[in-house]
């Protein structure tokens, strides 16, 4: 009899060989990708929002803004339950069947809820924490004028607040026959 998977917590993995439970680990991939998806769902209908994002690990949430009004900001006024993902693809990994043809990746999967932030000292917070991780070269006042307050009434600025979260990664040796990065090889065979 097969494993009745959806009675699991959602961040419990079938493969335990390649969860990732350090938590330091986590951590700096959520601060160092460099966008992110939310998953939100509306009447059985879900929803994904491609962002960038800033991750608070004093908060242990993470920040993103959309336009004040949209669909984003009327599903999480509904359901402020949500789901965030980030990953990243390492070398196929190519093998003498199909079946085990296989790719390197990590990725983060997390549960929570979201909220709008009202109170604007956190938004405002939020916004330079974003400007920070994405234009860390670049200074408020010295390279470009300040989030100003006629722009937060155009802005909607939302924390993540994770509840669960888990990590995954496949990393085969560095010196696995064939590896190879995606697109770094030329196209010799198509299927009709």
């Known amino acids: 009899m097969s494993k009745d998977y959806l009675q699991q917590p959602p961040d419990q993995l079938r493969r335990k060989d390649r969860e990732m439970e350090d938590e330091a680990w986590i951590t700096a991939f959520l601060q160092s ?32 803004h959309t336009a004040r009004e949209g669909r984003t900001r009327s599903i ?38 979201t909220r709008v932030v009202e109170d604007k000292e956190e938004a405002f917070a939020a916004l330079q924490l974003l ?6 070269h670049l200074r ?27 990590g995954k990664q496949k990393k085969a040796d560095a010196d696995f026959t064939g590896a190879f990065l995606y697109g770094s090889t030329p196209k010799t065979h198509t299927t009709s």
């Open 33 to 64: 990708a460099p966008f992110g998806v939310f998953a939100f769902c509306q009447g059985g209908q879900p929803f994904v929002n491609s962002n960038i994002f800033v991750y608070d690990p004093g908060r242990r949430a993470i920040y993103f």
């Open 76 to 113: 999480v006024a509904q359901n402020p339950r949500g789901c965030f993902s980030i990953s990243e693809m390492g070398r196929l990994l190519p093998a003498e069947s199909a079946l085990e043809m296989s790719v390197e990746y990590s990725g983060i999967t997390a549960f929570g809820i």
């Open 131 to 136: 400007l920070d991780k994405y234009f860390p």
């Open 140 to 166: 408020p006042g010295r390279d470009y004028s300040a989030t100003t307050p006629e722009e937060w009434k155009r802005t909607a600025v939302y924390r993540f607040d994770i509840e669960l979260w888990s």
